[in-house]
């Protein structure tokens, strides 16, 4: 009696070395490998890779996807512009939707 390494069915079999009840368990365990494989490469190779900030040149988290780093990619006259936004709307009358 042979145990299914994807379905954990049991199952038996002539063929020592087989470790799947079929060919379907077969097919998608070797497709999650394969896909894990790829995950894995991927992962290697951004973390591999040294990437810049193209404002400041400082180098970047290997998860951060956009082109500039966290204190460049908040522009400070847009924020400052919001702020007063924010306080003109609170000093001002009531915020209606
Ligand atoms: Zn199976
Ligand atoms: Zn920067």
């Not at 394969?34 to 890779?49: D, P």
């Not at 810049?52 to 970047?60: A, E, H, T, V």
Request: hydrophobic residues 25%.
């Amino acid at each position: 009696m042979k145990h299914c390494q994807w379905c954990d069915v049991n199952f038996t079999t002539k063929i020592s070395y087989q470790i799947y009840c079929s060919s379907t368990c077969r097919e998608a365990a070797t497709r999650e490998k394969i896909a894990e494989r790829y995950a894995a490469s991927r992962r290697n190779r951004r973390h591999g890779k040294v990437r810049k900030c193209k404002s400041c040149g400082s180098n970047l988290s290997a998860y951060n996807d956009d082109p500039l780093c966290v204190n460049c990619s908040v522009n400070p006259s847009e924020v400052s512009k919001a702020l007063k936004e924010i306080k003109g709307l609170m000093n001002g009358k009531s915020i209606t939707d």
